[in-house]
C-alpha cells in the first residue's frame, strides 16, 4: 500500500522532516531568486501575512487579545525581519551552504541565551556546546574563500537573531495560537519594510516587482516552504517529544548543504576545511540534544 496522499495521516516523524527539508530549501531559493535581500524578505513575509489575514479565524484570535501581547508579537516580527534580511543577506554575500551552516550555530546561541532571557542556571552542557562548536566555527572561516567570510558573519548574526526569537517565540506562544502569532509576525515585517521602503536605497537596495520567475519562486518560499511545513509541524508536534522534534530541526543544515551541493554545485566553492568545520558544529548539536533527551 502506498503512502496517503493526506500529510495529515502521515506519521509524526515523517511530518516533521519533510517539514524540515523544505526548510531546508529555503536557503536553495534564496540562491535562485535574483531579487535582493530587502525586496525577497519584503515580498516573503507579504506573501505569508496575505494568506494568514484571509483566516477568519486568524482576525477573531486578534480581536480578543490584548494591546501588550499583540506589541510583544510585534516585535518579535521585527527580530524575525532582520533575522531572514541577515540570513538572505549571508546567502547573496557567500552561498546556500555557508548560510545554512551558519543556522547550524542558532543552537549554540540559544544555550547562552535562554538562561539569561529565563533567569535560570546554566547547566554544564549547554556551556560544553558553545565550547565544542568554537573549532568548527574556526574550520568554517577557514574553509571558505575570503570573498565569502563576510557572509559567514552575517550568517552568524542571522543565527544570533533566530536563538533570540526562537526564545521569546516559546514564551508567547502559550499565550497566542501559532497562526494568530506568525500573522503578527509577519505583519509586522511587511509594515516595518514598507515603511522604510523610501530608505531602501541607502541599505544598497530598491523597490523591485518581482518577475515572472522570481514569482514562481517566492510562491514556492512562501507557500511550500513557509506556510505549508508550519502548518504541518504543528499536527507533528502534537505527537512528538520535545527530544524527537528538535533533533529533527537540527538537520536542517544538513539537508541544506546537500541540497546546494547537489543542485547548486556548492562543493567547488568550498574546501575541505568547511566540511569538517560543519560536522563538528552539528555533532556538537546533536551531542547536546541527546544529553538533553535524557
Not at 65 to 92: D, E, M, N, Q
Not at 176 to 193: F, R, S, Y
Request: glycine share 10%.
Amino acid at each position: 500500500m502506498g503512502i496517503s496522499a493526506n500529510p495529515a495521516r502521515w506519521g509524526p516523524r515523517v511530518q516533521i522532516h519533510l517539514c524540515v527539508l523544505l526548510w531546508g530549501f529555503t536557503a536553495i531559493l534564496g540562491k535562485l531568486i535574483s531579487l535582493g535581500a530587502l525586496p525577497l524578505v519584503f515580498w516573503r513575509m507579504a506573501i505569508v501575512a496575505a494568506c494568514l489575514f484571509l483566516w477568519p479565524q486568524v482576525w477573531r484570535t486578534l480581536a480578543a487579545a490584548s494591546g501588550p501581547r499583540l506589541a510583544r508579537a510585534a516585535g518579535i516580527g521585527v527580530l524575525v525581519t532582520v533575522h531572514w534580511l541577515c540570513f538572505y543577506g549571508a546567502i547573496k554575500l557567500a552561498n546556500a551552504s555557508v548560510a545554512a551552516t551558519c543556522m547550524g550555530l542558532a543552537p549554540v546561541f540559544l544555550s547562552l541565551i535562554e538562561p539569561v532571557l529565563f533567569g535560570r542556571p546554566f547547566a554544564p552542557r549547554e556551556l560544553w556546546l558553545a565550547l565544542a562548536a568554537i573549532p568548527g566555527i574556526a574550520l568554517v572561516v577557514g574553509g571558505i574563500p575570503a570573498a565569502m567570510q563576510s557572509g559567514f558573519w552575517l550568517g552568524a548574526l542571522a543565527a544570533l537573531l533566530a536563538a533570540v526569537f526562537a526564545a521569546q517565540n516559546k514564551r508567547l506562544s502559550t499565550e497566542m495560537p501559532a497562526l494568530a502569532l506568525t500573522a503578527v509576525e509577519m505583519g509586522a515585517g511587511v509594515l516595518l519594510l514598507g515603511v522604510l521602503i523610501p530608505a531602501w536605497p541607502l541599505l544598497g537596495a530598491q523597490f523591485e516587482l518581482p518577475g515572472l520567475a522570481d514569482t514562481g519562486w517566492l510562491l514556492v518560499l512562501a507557500l511550500a516552504c513557509t506556510l505549508f511545513p508550519f502548518a504541518l509541524s504543528l499536527v507533528a508536534l502534537r505527537r512528538l517529544s520535545v527530544f524527537s522534534a528538535q533533533l529533527a530541526v537540527n538537520l536542517e543544515p544538513v539537508y541544506a548543504v546537500v541540497l546546494a551541493a547537489l543542485l547548486l554545485g556548492e562543493s567547488r566553492e568550498l574546501g575541505p576545511a568547511f566540511y569538517l568545520g560543519v560536522a563538528i558544529i552539528l555533532g556538537s548539536v546533536f551531542a547536546h540534544g541527546r544529553g538533553a533527551g535524557r
